[in-house]
């Protein structure tokens, strides 16, 4: 097990202040505003926090490398049980091998605000890519096989897909490179995200 030290606890919740400063801003912009006020809070748990600080790098979330060492992360049991963003929450049936049941729409919403505000807080935004590398980091989550509900997974494909296309037009003034295309942000303010879960709510058996 990690040492527990100083630079360790206060860099594990400056990355968790961060995190959540950005999760609010994109659930603010996303219209779910109060989600946004109270996303993450258990992770200021004693259980939660003192697990994660200790393997706190600041170059990612510390639960992969509790998994690694630990085999199992209590932080992340935890964490998962409690936040209703995370898609392991609808997790049902498990005596049948589980089954993964169609998110909310509120918390499909968060969920994507929630990758976005990770990328921010591990990777810093110096080049502009921070939903480039959000939606990297989901690619390769599939690649690797989550169970999670198919319709779910179409609309964060959907998803990450169309606002990396809006984050790329963006220039480093704050212009754009086709004026016909809007911003990540004006996209996110429009209700997007909640109109991709209503057009994807019901699996298409054509």
């Known amino acids: 097990m990690q040492r527990l030290t100083c630079k360790k606890i206060f860099g594990h919740l400056r990355t968790v202040i961060t995190h959540r400063k950005w999760v609010r801003y994109y659930c603010i912009l996303a219209g779910i505003p109060w989600r946004g006020i ?37 932080a992340w049991m935890h964490h998962k049980g409690r936040n209703s963003h995370h898609y392991e929450y609808w ?3 498990f005596d049948d091998g589980g089954v993964p049941r169609l998110m909310p729409k509120n918390d499909f919403v968060e969920m994507v605000c929630d990758m976005l505000g990770a990328s921010y807080a591990y990777t810093g935004n110096k080049d502009g890519k921070v939903i480039r590398r959000a939606r990297q980091y989901w690619i390769d989550h599939v ?40 911003s990540p942000e004006e996209l996110l303010a429009t209700g997007y995200l909640q109109q991709i879960w209503e057009a994807n709510k019901e699996e298409n058996n054509d």
């Open 91 to 93: 997790m049902d049936n």
């Open 143 to 182: 690649n690797r096989g989550c169970a999670i509900n198919l319709q779910n997974k179409i609309m964060l494909d959907i998803a990450f897909h169309d606002l990396a296309i809006a984050e790329a037009n963006m220039l480093k003034d704050g212009s754009k490179r086709n004026p016909h295309i809007s």
């Open 38 to 74: 109270k996303h993450d809070l258990s992770k200021y748990s004693p259980v939660e926090f003192f697990e994660s600080a200790r393997y706190w790098t600041g170059k990612g979330t510390p639960i992969n490398k509790i998994k690694e060492e630990q085999g199992v992360s209590y």
